[in-house]
């Protein structure tokens, strides 16, 4: 990509998240960082292929999350956030845009695993689901764990590994709390998705928060499997900054078990029940009363 352009998406994404009312000094981080790009003399792609983030950084002036916000733009062409604030996200067409993914392939693992980022790939191929994938060979499972380790800028041993600066789930329920009160009070602004709209209504609210230094944004799913079980106005995806990448979260309403009707982050339902223990654990029965 030339400069200009990618200076123009850095640009729009400050419009969009002023006009959904975000935290300015985010909007200012990415209004100076496209007249940085628009001043360089040389092309930025060129910059990363030479130095790779630290480059970015150093010419930019940026931090670590917004220069992996350029890496993705000089690699890809697209910028997921960019997609998302436009109401354009679309879980399954980002899952082709891995080499060895086609559109049959993504529409599989998005229906029968339920992956909608490529951070849920990467666990994915990591933990053994992608090779019980019909169509994923050992050659093309180890192409792809390589286009991700690439794409999200780190390298991951085999295995789930625990994020370091992973949120507790208390700060997502949280986060979860403020998005539906403000829906439902009709606070937030509002976005018009491109899938599953065909009337081309803005109807999906968009939530901009921060928990200290770490950034939400907070919309309900508006994807394929959340309209087949009527779930889209309960399940609430959080995309949040962690580390050099941007992670996400799905908090839904338990259906089953001793958390039935509580709200769970998906995924993480040990520390949910641990969180909710107080509440599930009943009172012990009151002392007998001596007969006078």
């Known amino acids: 990509m030339h400069n200009v352009e990618i200076a123009r998406r850095l640009e729009e994404v400050a419009d ?3 006009a959904q009312r975000a935290n300015p000094f985010r909007v200012h981080a990415y209004r100076r960082a496209a007249v940085g790009v628009r001043h360089l003399p040389k092309p930025l792609t060129a910059i990363w292929k030479e130095q790779g983030d630290a480059g970015l950084r150093a010419v930019t002036g ?13 690699t890809t062409g697209r910028l997921q956030m960019l997609d998302r604030l436009r109401g354009e996200t679309d879980p399954v067409a980002l899952l082709e845009s891995v080499p060895g993914i086609g559109a049959a392939l993504a529409e599989r693992l998005h ?30 499972l180890a192409g792809i764990i390589d286009t991700l380790s690439m794409r999200l800028g780190r390298v991951r041993q085999a295995g789930y590994i625990r994020e370091p600066d992973e949120p507790p789930v208390e700060e997502l329920l949280d986060v979860d709390r403020e998005y539906r009160e403000k829906a439902a009070s009709g606070e937030l602004a509002k976005i018009t998705p491109r899938r599953f709209n065909p009337s081309g209504e803005a109807w999906l609210p968009i939530l901009h928060t921060h928990r200290g230094e770490r950034n939400y944004t907070a919309l309900y799913s508006n994807t394929a499997r959340a309209h087949e079980l009527g779930r889209v106005r309960d399940w609430v995806v959080l995309y949040y900054d962690g580390g050099l990448d941007e992670r996400q979260a799905t908090v839904i309403t338990s259906q089953r078990g001793v958390l039935a009707r509580k709200r769970i982050v998906r995924g993480r339902e040990q520390e949910c029940q641990r969180y909710y223990q107080p509440e599930l654990t009943p009172s012990p029965a009151p002392a007998p009363q001596p007969v006078s």
């Open 16 to 18: 969009l998240l002023e």
């Open 111 to 140: 229906r029968e695993l339920g992956i909608d980022s490529l951070a849920d790939l990467e666990a994915a191929a990591h933990d053994g689901r992608l090779a019980d994938i019909g169509g994923i060979g050992k050659k093309k």
């Open 62 to 74: 940026v931090g670590e999350r917004l220069a992996a916000a350029l890496r993705t733009l000089v």
